[in-house]
T-cell receptor, first 116, second 110 residues
Framework: DTEVTQTPKHLVMGMTNKKSLKCEQHMGHRAMYWYKQKAKKPPELMFVYSYEKLSINESVPSRFSPECPNSSLLNLHLHALQPEDSALYLCASSQLQREGLADTQYFGPGTRLTVL | GQNIDQPTEMTATEGAIVQINCTYQ??????LFWYQQHAGEAPTFLSY????GLEEKGRFSSFLSRSKGYSYLLLKELQMKDSASYLC???????????FGKGTRLSVIA
């Protein structure tokens, strides 16, 4: 089973709203990721959690706030977003190999976010 | 620095063979991945190469030459459903777990 689930599939929000995106995996993976993807562009890494601790923050604005409640769940809290934040938000997970070995990332179906 | 290049768009005919090339320059190298992404959907894992040579998986094969910083994805017996973006991604020893190329949009025509 290589399934990563994300909810909601679509989200429309105003610039003053607060919303959350959710991601779940039950593969026992110890690394989880948030990516942002604009149309016709590759995924752009936002955050990485390793063993439930934030290990990478790619200089993401504070209006995006990640949270990892446990090893299976990853949330992305959204507040005061801008229209240019409209994009497909992808969650991924990986096993977390030891140093020097590559990790295969498995992606969820994404949340299509529109900010009005 | 890191740099990954792949063609922006390709068109091929149903039933044919197409080769999508990827060149990369990266400090440290732990492997190269190919992902397929249909419009509006998530990337799905296709292949992983860490040693030189060809890995075959059904209609899809992936090749790697580490000395040349070069990989290709070969798709045989093309089907209309193969129309998608194909993303080359490199895993290195740097801070970012995967560095993606810009993707190649493949259109399969009848």
């Amino acid at each position: 089973d290589t399934e990563v689930t994300q909810t909601p599939k679509h989200l429309v929000m105003g610039m003053t709203n607060k919303k959350s995106l959710k991601c779940e995996q039950h593969m026992g993976h110890r690394a989880m990721y948030w990516y942002k993807q604009k149309a016709k562009k590759p995924p752009e890494l936002m955050f990485v959690y390793s063993y439930e601790k934030l290990s990478i923050n790619e200089s993401v604005p504070s209006r995006f706030s990640p949270e990892c409640p446990n090893s299976s769940l990853l949330n992305l809290h959204l507040h005061a977003l801008q229209p240019e934040d409209s994009a497909l938000y992808l969650c991924a997970s990986s096993q977390l190999q030891r140093e020097g070995l590559a990790d295969t990332q498995y992606f969820g179906p994404g949340t299509r976010l529109t900010v009005l | 620095g890191q740099n990954i290049d792949q063609p922006t768009e390709m068109t091929a005919t149903e039933g044919a063979i197409v080769q999508i090339n990827c060149t990369y320059q990266t400090s440290g190298f732990n492997g190269l991945f190919w992902y397929q992404q249909h419009a509006g959907e998530a990337p799905t894992f296709l292949s992983y190469n860490v040693l030189d040579g060809l890995e075959e998986k059904g209609r899809f094969s992936s090749f790697l030459s580490r000395s040349k910083g070069y990989s290709y994805l070969l798709l045989k017996e093309l089907q209309m459903k193969d129309s998608a973006s194909y993303l080359c991604a490199v895993s290195n020893s740097g801070n970012t777990p995967l560095v993606f190329g810009k993707g190649t949009r493949l259109s399969v025509i009848a």
